[in-house]
T-cell receptor, first 113, second 113 residues
């Protein structure tokens, strides 16, 4: 079974631009969660989607948004990029029901200059 | 509400010595607990999980963890550290609804030759 894939793996953007990251979950998984990881803040939860609906949301500004498609693939968008958005963005998929573990993708390394 | 606390952001052990990484949880419902490992520039990989079956859980790479309800702990251990164990370790908790995972701030393990 293929794992969680994230594209692109690396991205360099300029302040003020916007960016879209993509995540393809494991086949059969209906939940996709997004995390931001930085050296200073650790792993911070952005949001979780299940069957195309946002079920949970972390404490991030509205510049961070996401969506999930009918095939469970998910995208995350960050508008008006700031230097502080530079981070590793991780996507994790799970069945979304019960206490199944999350499986993580390799992440997208975003650098904002 | 659920949360986990990892005591010690950095732990150093000698090669061949016991590894002990501490995790305490807080949960108002029966918790499901996980340990993940992250190698540099990679996503998180599941080491082991506790889902209310046996309290002593064995995982990959020789790691194990014991769920102690009275101490609200889920510490990760390995009898003999190997150089390849050097990585970041995260403890996480969720409930049986599996809606949201809560991660600790991580413990960086250094193995000294």
């Amino acid at each position: 079974k293929a794992g969680v894939t994230q594209t692109p793996r690396y991205l360099i953007k300029t302040r003020g631009q916007q960016v879209t990251l993509s995540c393809s979950p494991i086949s059969g998984h209906r939940s996709v969660s997004w995390y931001q990881q930085t050296p200073g803040q650790g792993l911070q939860f952005l949001f979780e989607y299940f069957s195309e609906t946002q079920r949970n949301k972390g404490n991030f500004p509205g510049r961070f948004s996401g969506r999930q498609f009918s095939n469970s693939r998910s995208e995350m968008n960050v508008s008006t990029l700031e230097l502080g958005d530079s981070a590793l963005y991780l996507c994790a998929s799970s069945l979304g029901q019960g206490a199944g573990e999350q499986y993580f993708g390799p992440g997208t390394r975003l650098t904002v200059t | 509400a659920q949360s986990v606390t990892q005591l010690g952001s950095h732990v150093s052990v000698s090669e061949g010595a016991l590894v002990l990484l501490r995790c305490n949880y807080s949960s108002s419902v029966p918790p499901y607990l996980f340990w993940y490992v992250q190698y540099p520039n990679q996503g998180l990989q599941l080491l082991l999980k506790y889902t209310s079956a046996a309290t002593l859980v064995k995982g990959i790479n020789g790691f194990e963890a014991e769920f102690k309800k009275s101490e609200t702990s889920f510490h990760l251990t390995k009898p003999s550290a190997h150089m390849s164990d050097a990585a970041e370790y995260f403890c996480a908790v969720t409930s049986n609804t599996g809606n949201q995972f809560y991660f600790g701030t991580g413990t960086s393990l250094t193995v000294i030759p």
